[in-house]
């Protein structure tokens, strides 16, 4: 029998694949003990509750997007590029064939209502999402005000792409951003100058 961790690791890896697939409400715990090989019994040894599932499953998947989010933006050198990288990395996402959108946008739409714990999850990926973009943003000498607008282009795009399932709506998010980088740029330079 696998160890602890081991077995969590394995369930959790079942579990992400169908909720995210297929939605969570429409996923039973049996199908989650076939797709991991655990028993019944043992998974609910691991996991109280299938609600203790998704709350693993959501933080797991809240640390390894964010991860490779950074690792992408720290490939680029300047503020300015690192914050475009950011929407050339949500392309490459919405490119991936099995991409169904934002997993915690859909948890939040299947269980926002039953489930307090996965809103608190939902909130806490989307908060520390918005403070990463706007840190980037700064970065650049530009205001937090751009970087809560850069926020809402991309969640815009990520939901627009899952019901599309399209990757275009990150090139025109991406595009949408160069053009705010830019306005900003000039406003900053017109007031630095004196002039309005």
Request: glycine share 6%; aromatic share 8%; charged share 20%.
């Amino acid at each position: 029998m696998p160890d602890r961790e081991a077995a969590q690791d394995q369930a959790i890896s079942a579990a992400e694949d169908l909720f995210y697939s297929r939605g969570i409400q429409a996923v039973g715990m049996d199908a989650v003990r076939d797709a991991s090989g655990l028993s019944l019994k043992r998974l609910y040894q691991l996991f109280p509750s299938k609600e203790a599932l998704v709350l693993q499953f959501l933080n797991r998947r809240d640390r390894q997007w964010r991860q490779a989010l950074a690792h992408h933006v720290d490939t680029h050198t300047t503020p300015e590029e690192q914050v475009i990288a950011v929407f050339e990395w949500l392309h490459t996402w919405f490119s991936k064939p099995d991409y169904r959108g934002c997993a915690f946008i859909n948890s939040f739409g299947e269980l926002g209502g039953i489930s307090p714990e996965v809103v608190a999850q939902a909130r806490r990926h989307k908060q520390a999402f918005r403070d990463y973009l706007v840190a980037l943003v700064t970065a650049t000498g530009r205001p937090a005000t751009l970087g809560d607008q850069l926020v809402l282009l991309a969640e815009g795009a990520i939901t627009t792409a899952a019901i599309t399932g399209t990757s275009q709506p990150a090139t025109q998010a991406r595009d949408a951003a160069r053009l705010l980088m830019l306005a900003y740029s000039r406003h900053d330079r017109a007031h630095s100058d004196g002039s309005q």
